[in-house]
């Protein structure tokens, strides 16, 4: 089987298309394989660091050797490939596209618990959205919209900011705005931040009194510290969420996926493909990913090579 290989840590262009052993056990015949930020941060040596020679790539979409047409979720890695083992598989409906079910899996799962499990979304909520036009983003924004809250989203682009606006956000901001704080007009009750560093400090501290800030990645790569004394003066709250802590969870796991993909299957949440490419082209999908010009899910043909 072809896989993208990283032999170093480095820039976008330490991809090699490279001929390997499938993997053993039970495997996915992958027809789609999804493009994560933390992807970029594994490749960067960043996060989790992998042994190399390495395959990334988190979530698929395929069939198993038996026929059934399956999702995965792959911790380890291994995704940027023709063949990928087969971990956290769940069964794909028929009314749902490989697209579609890459799209809602990885990010939706992140979005969903990141707004109701631990956000507690209600239709009394002023959310705000971080990086709201991306993978993740873009969901959060749709099924906060759904849970009836006022949805302010932030993004870097006017084109982006137009697809927020047509996703149904009430508001929309700028993400390189200098004060995020002054520029939402309003006190969020329920923010879900993706970036970390000045934006996680601005939009906490813009918080209503019982507000709390969902923090779920850090795409700056500035960490951040909390002072537990500055949340009691504040009166607010500080989430983390993890997904690996939904994977552990088989029942949790098994019955988030079937309501994202329920809500996919009846068009209820829709997920954008902002970008097919090749899987010759994974370094160009992870330099466009950093370049903060994509919006949506992007997903590797990993059968088309050029
Ligand atoms: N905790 C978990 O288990 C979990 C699971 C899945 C994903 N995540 C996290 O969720 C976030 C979204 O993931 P995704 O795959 O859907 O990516 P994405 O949102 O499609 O892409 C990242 C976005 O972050 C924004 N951004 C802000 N500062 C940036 C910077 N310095 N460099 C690059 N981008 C920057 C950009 O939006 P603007 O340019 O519009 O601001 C960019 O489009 C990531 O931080 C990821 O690590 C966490």
Same mark, same amino acid.
């Given at each position: 089987?072809?896989?993208?290989? /990283?032999?170093?840590?480095?820039? !976008? ?9 499938? !993997?053993?056990?039970?495997? =996915? ?20 660091? !992998? ?74 909520? +002023?959310? =705000?959205?971080?990086?709201? $036009? ?6 959060? +924004?749709?099924?906060?919209?759904? $849970?009836?809250?006022?949805? /302010? ?11 927020? *606006? ?10 390189? @705005? ?25 939009? @906490?501290? %813009?918080? %209503?009194? #019982?507000?709390? /800030? +969902? ?10 510290? =909390? %002072? ?17 802590? =939904? &994977? ?11 309501? &994202? #993909? ?15 490419? !090749?899987?010759? $082209? +994974?370094?160009? %999908? ?7 010009? *994509?919006?949506?899910?992007?997903? /590797? ?6």
């Amino acid at each position: 089987m072809l896989a993208a290989v /990283i032999t170093a840590f480095g820039g !976008p262009d330490v991809f090699a298309l490279t001929e390997l052993p499938a !993997p053993a056990g039970e495997v =996915v015949d992958v027809t789609l394989a999804g493009v994560n930020f933390a992807d970029v941060h594994r490749r960067r040596g960043e996060y989790e660091k !992998p042994s190399l020679p390495a395959v990334l790539g988190a979530d698929v979409v395929g069939r198993l050797r038996s026929g059934r047409r399956v999702a995965a979720l792959l911790r380890a890695g291994g995704g940027y490939a023709q063949v990928a083992p087969a971990q956290h598989v769940v069964d794909v409906p028929g009314e749902v596209s490989d697209e579609q079910a890459l799209a809602v899996l990885e990010q939706g799962l992140t979005a969903w618990h990141s707004l109701h499990t631990l956000g507690r979304v209600g239709a009394d909520d +002023v959310v =705000v959205v971080t990086a709201a $036009a991306g993978g993740v983003g873009h969901l959060a +924004v749709q099924l906060a919209r759904a $849970a009836g809250a006022r949805v /302010i989203a932030l993004a870097s682009s006017p084109a982006k900011r137009a697809f927020l *606006t047509e996703l149904g956000a009430h508001v929309t901001v700028d993400s390189h @705005h200098p004060d995020l704080g002054a520029a939402l007009g309003e006190a969020p009750t329920l923010v879900l931040d993706s970036v970390g560093g000045r934006t996680f400090e601005q939009l @906490h501290g %813009a918080l %209503a009194p #019982f507000g709390r /800030i +969902v923090a779920y990645g850090g795409a700056s790569d500035v960490a951040n510290t =909390v %002072a537990v004394d500055d949340l009691m003066t504040a009166s607010t709250g500080v989430l983390g969420f993890w997904l690996q802590r =939904v &994977l552990d969870d088989e029942e949790l796991y098994r019955s988030s996926a079937a309501r &994202l #993909f329920h809500l996919a299957g009846r068009g209820l949440l829709t997920a954008r493909i902002g970008g097919r490419y !090749p899987l010759s $082209a +994974v370094g160009r %999908a992870h330099a466009d990913l950093e370049s903060r010009t *994509t919006s949506g899910k992007l997903v /590797i043909d990993v059968h088309r090579l050029t």
